[in-house]
């Protein structure tokens, strides 16, 4: 009731008028005019997923950014900022620095460009065996869509946030299914090359949006202010990410390394499959180097905003303090502080260019994905199954329909879901699932000669485990151990949290793995050619 | 010497959070500087790219329609 209350009066704060709705409606029209456009150019797999190999190293920075700058990454950077303070700028370091590190060594991306793959899984294949990659395939897409399964509720709260729709009525459900439509439209009818182009102008809406948006923060509230409401209200916790006492501490930080860093460039599929569709591995390598900077930058600037939207609230309009900051209500009012702010900050028009930007990145992150988990399935997990090879068209074909249910499952998985707040933890975790295992089945396979087939099929499993860090899940499973063993529950509690279950299944990964490639090898080296999709296109499935 | 200014803090546990600060801010300050010439560059050369994939794909699309014809 407590977050009911604050949200009606949220939504009155913000000052969204006929003109930005125009700006708006002119980039959506835009953008469903490009992806019908483009569709002439879908005419095999290889373009329809892969936009035929054929993406420079600028344009992938574009289309990469435009991808991983989501809506729902800025929304909870921007919390993470509101309630972590400047403490909360690790991560952009780290997802920063991470991207830097694949760019110069290519480690990861350029071997597996260099294997010309369309998928993650299908590189399984080339090296494990096809059981490992349905298996992969499988895990991969499960994890993948339950992912994506608040995005499209979170970007839809932010867009009925900043535009003043009422929250009370129907305004959330109208909105996410608009928005879906349209995505389901372009993507389905001009798979990756339509993505790549409407991710170019989102990339060029974007950047402009959050550089003239953050000028206008620092130009209103004013660095030294940040400083002294961070200071007043947060104290050490607000600056330095490593204080036990704060909302983050060494163990965090050290899972957001792999999960935020080297997970996050360069084994997430949808950032793989960016570097899959470079032209060559060279390519890659730049791709990264450069896109290192829109890294930090995702991270970095909604951080900001979320640092800025806190010291707006608790110096300059301290009356609206309690809507944020209430104890009942600060995780689900925390995520409405941003977009409540720039409603106050932004003028007419800006607000327009900055909501179309913000639907930019909602849009070009759903695409991407519906791709990637859609193009998943069909390649990795239906195809292998046939008995017979699958022709392009009928590949195409079931892509477009997996589309299609991954959308109508995220919308109602979005409705009626009622989850905890930390979404972050959510999205972590389930990603968790996946790219635990992958990780090290990726830099195993690739760079170690005994990786076996067991071994990265246990290593699969194992890194399933990841989903023992999901609050309910976890707390349980205390609870029932420190019963057992008389221990103290709060104690274990505040010692094993999502982190450290997430660092533990990395370590249980990596042994199962490397102890399953050691006790059962390979009878013979498996660097068989891919032939599932060699097959001729006149055998169909 | 801003790290060291602030592992120095760190270390001898008497933290100055305008170190902190400084150093946060320095970091945003220069991934704003580099990431607008990006965008710019991005912007420009982008669109050139553009135009190379969409030709390279024409080029396939009719390649794909000669095979079609051929067998």
């Known amino acids: 009731m407590h977050l009911f209350i604050a949200d009606l009066q949220i939504h009155e704060l913000t000052h969204f008028s006929i003109l930005d709705w125009v700006i708006v409606a002119i980039y959506l029209t835009i953008s469903l005019v490009i992806g019908i456009y483009v569709t002439r150019y879908a005419t095999n797999m290889d373009a329809y997923i892969g936009a035929g190999r054929s993406v420079g190293p600028w344009l992938g920075v574009a289309t990469m950014t435009g991808t991983e700058m989501g809506l729902i990454t800025v929304m909870y950077m921007a919390q993470s900022g509101f309630t972590g303070g400047f403490a909360a700028f690790h991560m952009a370091l780290i997802a920063g620095g991470a991207t830097l590190f694949v760019g110069l060594t290519g480690f990861i991306v350029k071997p597996l460009r260099a294997h010309r793959v369309l998928t993650i899984p299908e590189y399984y294949e080339k090296r494990f065996g096809r059981k490992v990659r349905i298996v992969g395939g499988i895990i991969l897409s499960a994890a993948g869509i339950l992912n994506m399964g608040l995005f499209l509720q979170i970007g839809a709260k932010f867009i009925v946030g900043a535009t003043g729709l009422p929250i009370d009525g129907n305004a959330l459900i109208i909105v996410m299914t608009v928005l879906l439509i349209l995505v389901l439209v372009y993507t389905v009818l001009g798979g990756m090359i339509s993505v790549i182009i409407t991710d170019y102008t989102q990339f060029v809406v974007l950047s402009f949006g959050v550089i003239v948006t953050t000028v206008l923060a620092i130009y209103t509230i004013g660095l030294d202010s940040m400083y002294e409401a961070v200071k007043t209200g947060m104290g050490r916790k607000g600056f330095d990410p490593t204080d036990p006492g704060g909302p983050f501490g060494p163990a965090y930080v050290t899972y957001q390394i792999i999960a935020a860093g080297l997970i996050g460039c360069a084994v997430w599929p949808t950032a793989v499959s960016r570097a899959l569709a470079m032209e060559s591995p060279e390519a890659v390598k730049k791709q990264y180097i450069l896109s290192s900077v829109s890294f930090t930058i995702r991270f970095l600037i909604p951080m900001f905003w979320g640092v800025a939207a806190y010291t707006f609230v608790t110096q300059i309009h301290p009356e609206q303090a309690s809507l944020f900051l209430d104890n009942k209500t600060v995780d689900g009012a925390g995520l409405y502080a941003m977009p409540a702010f720039l409603g106050q900050l932004l003028p007419i028009g800006i607000l327009g260019l900055i909501t179309a930007a913000m639907i930019a990145a909602f849009m070009s992150t759903h695409d991407s994905y519906l791709l990637c988990w859609s193009s998943v399935i069909t390649q990795d997990v239906v195809a292998p199954l046939c008995q017979t090879p699958m022709s392009t068209t009928a590949r195409i074909r079931l892509t477009r329909v997996f589309i299609v249910l991954i959308g109508i499952f995220i919308w109602a998985w979005g409705l009626f879901y009622k989850g905890s707040d930390r979404i972050w933890d959510y999205m972590i975790i389930t990603g968790a699932i996946y790219f635990t295992g992958a990780l090290v089945l990726l830099a195993g396979g690739l760079y170690w000669k005994r990786a076996s087939r067991v071994g990265a099929m246990l290593g699969l499993i194992f890194g399933a485990s990841a989903i023992l860090g999901l609050e309910p899940i976890r707390i349980t499973l205390i609870d029932v151990s420190c019963s057992i063993l008389n221990a103290n529950v709060t104690y274990w509690h505040k010692a094993i949290t999502s982190s450290v279950v997430g660092l533990i299944s990395i370590g249980l990964t990596l042994i199962t793995f490397i102890l399953g490639s050691f006790i059962w090898p390979d009878t013979k080296h498996h660097q068989t050619s891919n032939p599932v999709n060699d097959m001729p296109e006149s055998q169909s499935c | ?71």
């Open chain 2, 1 to 71: 010497m801003l790290a060291y200014s602030l592992i120095a803090d760190i270390v001898s546990e008497q933290v100055e959070y305008n170190h902190w600060f400084t150093f946060w801010i320095s970091i945003l300050f220069i991934a704003l500087a580099i990431f607008t010439v990006l965008a710019c560059v991005v912007t420009v050369k982008g669109w050139f790219e553009i135009k190379t994939m969409l030709a390279r794909l024409s080029q396939l699309a009719k390649d794909d329609e000669g095979d079609d014809g051929e067998t």
